[in-house]
């Protein structure tokens, strides 16, 4: 098993955590993301119980899991008030429901005391999206804030996000073989290690085979591993997932939008491509999304943004 999944605690709490992430990393094929976000909200659970003497998952009842989801939503996380938001909640007890029923299945415990707790629910809250005036002033802030190899890997960056809808780890998970310009697509990694297809076409294309015919030789470094990653750091070895984050908000600032993430382009790319007339369907294929609900989020965006509009230009809207 791998050591990497042990939790600090021994005996029998330790047994159950390290076979439940054993599980989901083999079986069900969990990126090791996933794995490790799960490893946290388990060992804080795991912990949880310890510390009120349960060395037995057969002891958990379920007033032991509503008291520990009663303690993550009114914990107080620097002494200043500061509680875990909703959708963190909603994660972890997700978790723990998903714990007991495998240490059901497995007969390592005769009942499941989550059976009847229901998720708590997430509040709405409708996805951060930029104009398309603002993705256009967003481009051109990068030739600004950085100059030569630098600029045009960033510029190519926010052009792949934006143009093609990924996710950050999609895109720095991009290799050469990924790449089919002659069909015009790129092959990508998304959740769950499922592959898919993505057009890629205009700006996005056009800067991405600049990038890989004038930039990206200059990144390649002699005294560097050799690596098929697409986009290389300045040592000339793939750029992590944190870099991206960096770049993308520090191109926010100069735009006046603080806090902007990746992932705020991707639902960009979403959103403006059903105020395109685009096909839901087809954008549920493009961005990876198992179930069509997730992606209906946009259509409410949309309808948001047909309100704001007519409000705005109709004459007789604001009497």
């Given at each position: 098993?791998?050591?990497?999944?042990?939790?600090?605690?021994?005996?029998?709490?330790?047994?159950?955590?390290?076979?439940?992430?054993?599980?989901?990393?083999?079986?069900?094929?969990?990126?090791?993301?996933?794995?490790?976000?799960?490893?946290?909200?388990?060992?804080?659970?795991?912990?949880?119980?310890?510390?009120?003497?349960?060395?037995?998952?057969?002891?958990?009842?379920?007033?032991?899991?509503?008291?520990?989801?009663?303690?993550?939503?009114?914990?107080?996380?620097?002494?200043?008030?500061?509680?875990?938001?909703?959708?963190?909640?909603?994660?972890?007890?997700?978790?723990?429901?998903?714990?007991?029923?495998?240490?059901?299945?497995?007969?390592?415990?005769?009942?499941?005391?989550?059976?009847?707790?229901?998720?708590?629910?997430?509040?709405?809250?409708?996805?951060?999206?930029?104009?398309?005036?603002?993705?256009?002033?967003?481009?051109?802030?990068?030739?600004?804030?950085?100059?030569?190899?630098?600029?045009?890997?960033?510029?190519?960056?926010?052009?792949?996000?934006?143009?093609?809808?990924?996710?950050?780890?999609?895109?720095?998970?991009?290799?050469?073989?990924?790449?089919?310009?002659?069909?015009?697509?790129?092959?990508?990694?998304?959740?769950?290690?499922?592959?898919?297809?993505?057009?890629?076409?205009?700006?996005?294309?056009?800067?991405?085979?600049?990038?890989?015919?004038?930039?990206?030789?200059?990144?390649?470094?002699?005294?560097?591993?050799?690596?098929?990653?697409?986009?290389?750091?300045?040592?000339?070895?793939?750029?992590?997932?944190?870099?991206?984050?960096?770049?993308?908000?520090?191109?926010?600032?100069?735009?006046?939008?603080?806090?902007?993430?990746?992932?705020?382009?991707?639902?960009?790319?979403?959103?403006?491509?059903l105020e395109g007339g685009a096909d839901l369907r087809a954008i549920q294929e493009m961005l990876g999304h198992a179930d069509i609900s997730t992606t209906q989020i946009y259509t409410h965006v949309q309808r948001t943004h047909l309100v704001e509009e007519?409000?705005?230009?109709?004459?007789?809207?604001g009497l």
């Open positions: 098993m791998p050591a990497c999944y042990t939790f600090p605690m021994a005996g029998v709490l330790q047994q159950t955590g390290d076979e439940y992430l054993f599980y989901l990393s083999v079986e069900r094929g969990a990126s090791p993301l996933t794995v490790k976000a799960y490893r946290g909200d388990l060992a804080d659970y795991l912990a949880y119980l310890e510390n009120r003497g349960i060395a037995d998952m057969n002891a958990v009842t379920r007033e032991i899991v509503v008291a520990y989801e009663d303690d993550l939503v009114h914990r107080d996380l620097d002494g200043k008030g500061t509680r875990y938001s909703p959708s963190t909640v909603q994660r972890r007890v997700s978790m723990l429901k998903g714990f007991h029923q495998f240490l059901v299945r497995e007969g390592i415990c005769s009942k499941d005391p989550t059976a009847h707790i229901p998720l708590p629910k997430k509040p709405d809250r409708l996805p951060d999206v930029l104009s398309i005036e603002q993705v256009d002033a967003l481009m051109e802030a990068v030739d600004e804030l950085w100059d030569g190899a630098t600029s045009q890997r960033n510029r190519t960056m926010l052009e792949v996000l934006y143009g093609c809808g990924l996710r950050v780890s999609e895109l720095t998970g991009l290799d050469m073989p990924d790449i089919r310009f002659e069909d015009g697509f790129l092959s990508v990694v998304g959740k769950g290690g499922k592959q898919r297809i993505v057009p890629i076409s205009g700006m996005a294309q056009r800067c991405l085979q600049a990038y890989l015919q004038d930039t990206r030789p200059q990144l390649v470094k002699p005294y560097a591993k050799p690596t098929a990653a697409v986009f290389l750091n300045a040592r000339g070895g793939r750029l992590t997932r944190q870099s991206v984050h960096a770049v993308v908000a520090r191109a926010g600032m100069a735009i006046h939008v603080e806090n902007l993430h990746p992932h705020t382009l991707r639902h960009s790319f979403a959103t403006h491509l007519y409000l705005r230009a109709h004459p007789r809207a």
